[in-house]
Structures are given as structure tokens and as C-alpha cells.
């Protein structure tokens, strides 16, 4: 009758992660997780984005985070040595097993909050690739330093939309607003270290997610000042994706990426 | 069938982009390296332009199409993701393909950083008086342009 899963910690945003992977695999993944999840709800924009070149950038970026989330759940696979590939990770897991972001899995609302999320989300996977080119890792180093020059055009894209909606017109800048006020309660959680990032940015391997808000800082407010937003002040601040504790939406995310693999096992066309 | 390395190098360098049909995997600086193993198993390795491009399954499968025909069955092809592709190894052969068949070349980055707002030149009336309509077009690499001489649309390949 009663189904609930084991919780992998406690509620209180400090318990370590329950993790059985090797530490490398579970930061592939986290990053993976990030990646493939964010894609999934740019897809969602495609025939419903607000012009077509819209339309069509929005699935480019898109497919640029498939691309990177293919890799590293990839990787995850092959570090962890169980034999599983990235369709495995990708579809046959469980909501409690993603390691994404919250901010990257909430719920798409308007072009001005997808806008907002592109903003806070592009500037950070810059950040994170730009010191993860030079990670100990070499794989790591690798899939970074391909990604970085991917990022550099999702952050400007996100950047030009921002400065048009928010200096705009009464209307664009109201939802513009309204757009971040969504999406800020979610930005902290980026920059959360845990055991595992700080046991793997010892060794030179992880990204210290900590030392990459200065220059996150830096970037949003520059944008939001010249185009005359204010930057929100959540009054709550979502925590736990890392752990496999994710949003409402997630699960409704999951279902529509996951369901056809999962009902047509080993298809192929 | 051929057997020394520049012979199978030749036989899978003409393999072209499903995407962009008139540039082979030479001419973009995909095909990274071929070698050929002691026991005659060849290895080819290509690199990604973007980690999401769709085309590298194609690409995958006609360069062992192509060795296949040329009598090697024994062949694997490994994609390497460093050094990570830049437009900066597109042949001068290809930017002059690419031209031709409508879409504008990126230009060459060097080593410095270069401002995305470099003139972009119409492909069809040469007119450097053009304005960039997105940032994303087609296929991952390209973005969309107009020519505010001529009038026409283009696509432009973006320096990466």
C-alpha cells in the first residue's frame, strides 16, 4: 500500500548524499543530469517558442545540452563499471536517482521565466566549464573544454533576451521581472558544496561550485543593471537536487522523456 | 583494396557532412587521424563540431561503408573529443566550398578572442552590409543572417 521509497538522507539540506557510485561517476552524472533534464523542457518550447528563429534556437541550445548530457552519462556509465550506457541513465531511472539541479527541472512558464532560467543557469555551466578544462580528470577536461564554446552562446543568447524583455516595453519588463522573481528562489543551490564536491575539488578533479558565485555575481548584475531589473530576494531557497530530492515538476518531466523507452523496450528505427 | 595508411586516409577523407553536403570530413577537420594496427584492424578517429551534432552516426557509418568497400570489414571509428573542433581547421578549400554553395564561411578566431560582431558577407552579392536575424539557424553551426543589399537570407557558418 504504502510505497515510499527509503529517503537517501534527511530533510535537512546537510546529510551527505547516499550514493553507491564512485565519486567520479556521481559528479558525471550530476552534470549530466543538469544537462539532459534542461534539455528535456527546452524541447518543450519547439512549434511554441514566440517567433521561429526563437523556436529554432531554443532547440539548437538545446540539442547542445544533449549533446554534453550524452557524454558525461557516458562517462557516469563507464566509470561506475556496471555496464550501464547513457540510455540506461537517461531512461531508466527514478526521479530519486537524478542529480540535477531544481532550477533546471521547474516548470517553463512563460518565455520571460525560460528566458530567466537561460540567464541563471547559462552563466553558471560557463563558469563550472571553464575551470572543469582544467580538471585532473582528463575526460572531464575534454567534455568541458568542448561544452565551454557552447555555453559562451547560450549565456549571450539568454544576455541579449534579458536586456530586450527587461528594457523594453511596461509589459516585457513586468514579465521580465516576474520571469526572475520564478527563478532566483532556485539560483543558491547552484553554488552549494558538498562532501563529494569538496573531497573532488581536493584532488583537482570537481569544480568548488562556492568559488564560481563572485564571477556569477558579476555577470547576472552587470546584465540586470543595464536592463533596468531588479535582482529578486527569494524568500525560500529550493535545496536537494543533488541528492535526488527534486520539485513537483520532476516527476511529471520524467514520465514524458521516459515513457516511450521504457514502453517499447530495445525499439529502434 | 588498399592497404598503406595515406591510401585508407584517402578512401574515408571524401566522406561528406550530411549536413552541410558540399564539405567532406577533410575539408571541416572532423577526421582527426587514421592509423592502421599491426594486424591490419584500421582505426579512424573523428571529432564532434558541436557535442549534440546528429550527423556524427551518419558520418560514423558511411566512413566504414567506405572501408568496407575498399576490403577493410575490420575497422572501428572512435570519436575524440580533444583537442575540442574549432572552425579554425576548416580547409581553405572548404570556407571556398562553403561560399559557393550559399552559406557564408566563419571567419579564422587565431588564438585571441574575436568580438562576435565581426561583418559577416553576403555569400550571394558579396555585400559586407548585413545584419544577423539569430544566433541559432539550421544546424547547430550555423546562425541566421540577412543581406540588407540584396535582400536575401543566409545561413553562416559561426566561428567556434
Not at chain 1, 119 to 138: K, P
Not at chain 1, 233 to 240: D, M, T
Amino acid at each position: 500500500m504504502t510505497r515510499h521509497p527509503a529517503a537517501p538522507g534527511s530533510w535537512d539540506g546537510r546529510a551527505a548524499p547516499a550514493s553507491a557510485l564512485p565519486p567520479v561517476a556521481e559528479y558525471s552524472m550530476r552534470l549530466g543530469d543538469d544537462a539532459l533534464v534542461l534539455a528535456q523542457r527546452l524541447g518543450e518550447w519547439v512549434s511554441r517558442a514566440p517567433q521561429l528563429e526563437e523556436d529554432v534556437a531554443l532547440a539548437n541550445i538545446g540539442l547542445d545540452l544533449v549533446g554534453q548530457a550524452r557524454t558525461l552519462l557516458t562517462y557516469a556509465g563507464e566509470v561506475e563499471g556496471e555496464g550501464r550506457d547513457e540510455d540506461d541513465l537517461a531512461y531508466l531511472r527514478e526521479e530519486r536517482d537524478f542529480r540535477n539541479l531544481q532550477i533546471v527541472e521547474r516548470p517553463n512558464g512563460d518565455f520571460a521565466v525560460t528566458i530567466a532560467r537561460q540567464l541563471a543557469f547559462s552563466a553558471y555551466q560557463l563558469g563550472l566549464y571553464r575551470s572543469l578544462c582544467r580538471s585532473a580528470d582528463a575526460t572531464l577536461a575534454a567534455i568541458a573544454a568542448k561544452a565551454v564554446k557552447e555555453v559562451d552562446y547560450h549565456l549571450d543568447h539568454a544576455r541579449q533576451w534579458v536586456l530586450r524583455l527587461g528594457d523594453g516595453t511596461r509589459e516585457s519588463h513586468h514579465r521580465m521581472q516576474a520571469g526572475l522573481e520564478q527563478i532566483w528562489p532556485y539560483v543558491d543551490e547552484m553554488f552549494d558544496a558538498d562532501e563529494l564536491t569538496d573531497a573532488l575539488a581536493r584532488e583537482g578533479v570537481a569544480v568548488d561550485p562556492a568559488a564560481l558565485r563572485p564571477e556569477w555575481d558579476a555577470t547576472v548584475s552587470a546584465v540586470l543593471a543595464r536592463a533596468t531589473l531588479t535582482r529578486p530576494e527569494p524568500a525560500f531557497h529550493g535545496r536537494g537536487g543533488r541528492r535526488g530530492l527534486h520539485t513537483e515538476a520532476m516527476g511529471y518531466l520524467l514520465a514524458e522523456m521516459q515513457h516511450l523507452h521504457r514502453s517499447h523496450p530495445g525499439a529502434s528505427w | 583494396m588498399v592497404t598503406g595508411v595515406a591510401e585508407i586516409r584517402e578512401v574515408v577523407a571524401d566522406v561528406l557532412d550530411p549536413e552541410v553536403p558540399v564539405l567532406t570530413i577533410d575539408d571541416l577537420g572532423v577526421l582527426r587521424d587514421v592509423r592502421v594496427e599491426p594486424d591490419g584492424h584500421v582505426v579512424v578517429e573523428i571529432t564532434p563540431t558541436y557535442s549534440g551534432c546528429p550527423a556524427m552516426d551518419a558520418i560514423r557509418d558511411d566512413v566504414l561503408a567506405r572501408l568496407r568497400d575498399h576490403g577493410h570489414a575490420d575497422a572501428e571509428v572512435r570519436l575524440v573529443l580533444a583537442p575540442a573542433w574549432t572552425t579554425d581547421w576548416m580547409s581553405e578549400e572548404g570556407r571556398r566550398k562553403l561560399a559557393a554553395y550559399g552559406i557564408a564561411p566563419p571567419h579564422v578566431r587565431g588564438t585571441g578572442p574575436v568580438p562576435l560582431s565581426l561583418s559577416v558577407r553576403c555569400p550571394r552579392c558579396g555585400s559586407p552590409d548585413t545584419r544577423e536575424t539569430s544566433r541559432f539557424g539550421s544546424t547547430a553551426c550555423k546562425s541566421l543572417w540577412t543581406c540588407r543589399s540584396c535582400l536575401e537570407p543566409f545561413d553562416h557558418f559561426k566561428a567556434l
